[in-house]
């Protein structure tokens, strides 16, 4: 069973930054692309960044880019999300997802249950 269980969230100032981690178990973690998403308060989900299996390749959407940093760990088989810079509307709940392939396809079948990220001062 693909299990995936993000953690670093909290509260942070404008202008802070975060790390969020995704322990995923149940399956070849090092085989498939990875994302991060996020969906705030009364909003859609929103697609953050994905990266490939090998970690060499990586994308991200416009309203984070510069600001936060994909990565992966495949010997703890674990997908990393540096942000920094947050601003508040970086408000929301993030969450990891397992891609079908290796490459960055933007297509999922596994998401996490989500970390809870608020920015305010």
């Known amino acids: 069973e693909v299990q995936l269980a993000e953690s670093g969230g909290g509260l942070v100032q404008p202008g802070g930054s975060l790390r969020l981690s995704c322990a995923a178990s149940g399956f070849a973690f090092s085989d498939y692309a990875m994302a991060w998403t996020r969906q705030a308060p009364g909003k859609g989900l929103e697609w953050i960044s994905d990266i490939d299996s090998s970690g060499q390749h990586a994308t991200y959407a416009d309203s984070v880019k510069g600001r936060f940093i994909i990565s992966r760990d495949n010997g703890n088989n674990t997908l990393y999300l540096q942000m920094s810079s947050l601003k508040p509307d970086d408000t929301a709940v993030y969450s990891c997802?397992?891609?079908?392939?290796?490459?960055?396809?933007?297509?999922?079948?596994?998401w996490g249950q989500g970390t809870q990220v608020t920015v305010s001062s």
């Open positions: 997802s397992k891609g079908v392939s290796s490459e960055t396809t933007k297509e999922y079948d596994s």
